[in-house]
């Protein structure tokens, strides 16, 4: 009898961007220990092999991921928070960018990263580690931007910048814990009116206005 011989094929290629695009959404919609390996390779249409030369570990495809979806976001609102505009106003379009990128209708509710991994086993103690740094990171940025605004006179000397970062970092993280209970845009939005009314310091904008108060 004639034996039927099966050619193996090549694995499928995959582009690294669209792998870390797919791994991001699926880190974002099930959190880190939500999201198993047999899920990406899946969603990417690969073997794990292919995921493990490509990307190395979950846990580092993970790190990739989360590189690679800041780096989309934190471009804009870098360009923000370090333009020359009256930090009051800088710090208003920063939180309302934020909003809407926790509210975009094509993509998960939330941020990947300001509610990421808060509760997790043991054995994912290191990824709950890197989601901390990286909020603690973006908090840093508002204080550098907030200690400027200190050295321009736009916030009173005394003030602790430390303190007022970590205020409306938690503002942030408090919009994207909202967003993934089912709050719309709009709703965000009244947020950061009322957290706004909390800045200690000049109320300026870039045409001149000044709401001190």
Same mark, same amino acid.
């Given at each position: 009898m004639e034996k039927l011989i099966r050619k193996r094929g090549r694995p499928r290629a995959l582009d690294r961007d669209v792998g870390l695009d797919i791994a991001a959404r699926l880190f974002w919609e099930r959190g880190y220990e939500g999201t198993s390996t047999a899920d990406l390779t899946k969603a990417m249409g690969i073997n794990p092999p292919t995921l493990y030369s490509?990307?190395?570990?979950?846990?580092?495809?993970?790190?990739?991921? &989360?590189?690679? +979806?800041?780096?989309?976001?934190n471009s804009r609102r870098s360009e923000i928070l370090q333009?020359? &505009?009256?930090?009051?106003?800088?710090? +208003? &379009?920063?939180? +309302?960018?934020i909003a809407d990128g926790d509210t975009q209708p094509d993509k998960p509710r939330g941020c990947m990263v300001s509610t990421a991994v808060?509760?997790?086993?043991?054995?994912?103690?290191?990824?709950?580690?890197m989601t901390a740094a990286l909020r603690e990171a973006s908090m840093q940025t508002l204080k550098t931007r907030f200690d400027r605004a200190v050295e321009d006179g736009e916030l009173p000397v005394q003030t602790d910048t430390d303190t007022l970062a970590r205020f409306y970092g938690a503002i942030i993280q408090g919009m994207s814990a909202q967003a993934c209970d089912g709050a719309c845009n709009v709703r965000l939005?009244? &947020?950061i009116d009322v957290a706004l009314t909390a800045w200690p310091g000049e109320r300026r904008t870039s045409v001149g206005k000044s709401n001190n108060y």
């Open positions: 490509t990307f190395g570990s979950k846990e580092e495809l993970y790190r990739q991921a &989360l590189d690679f +979806s800041i780096a989309r976001e333009s020359s &505009l009256p930090v009051y106003e800088a710090l +208003s &379009l920063y939180l +309302s960018d808060l509760q997790h086993a043991e054995e994912n103690a290191s990824v709950a580690q939005k009244r &947020l």
